[in-house]
């Protein structure tokens, strides 16, 4: 019984740790992120997250005040091993779009799901003004 605790302890120690890491890589992505477009006060950063039965999709985006995507980066897997990849399918590409092909029903990946939900929050944040 007492090395199952031990064990038990140990796992939750772990947990801590790889999570304590998980934040600072997040944070240090975001942060660069933000310092690349800092000047331009043109440019919207997004960030939300997807959760599939298994695995999350964190999906990172800055687009201009068209609502188009400028760059894209998404962060797929179990998020303690997983980093951010840019995913250059999407440059160029309308958030709109994503919200109108969610409204029609159709079969969307998790991260054109992500891309809905953010196009949504942005039309969120411009009907609160």
Known sequence: MQILLIVLFF????????????????????????????????????????????????????????????????????????????AQEYHGLVLEAFHLKKGEKNRMSQVEDTLAKVYSRKLEAVTAD
Do not use: P, W
């Open 11 to 86: 796992l939750m120690i772990a947990q801590s740790v790889t999570s304590i890491i998980q934040v600072k890589y997040y944070q240090k992505f975001v942060n660069g992120i933000t310092n690349k477009y800092q000047g331009n006060s043109s440019y919207e950063f997004y960030t939300d997250v997807s959760k599939g039965k298994i695995l999350k999709t964190i999906v990172a985006v800055v687009v201009d005040s068209d609502g188009r995507i400028i760059s894209c980066h998404v962060c797929k897997g179990f998020t303690v091993f997983a980093r951010f990849k840019e």
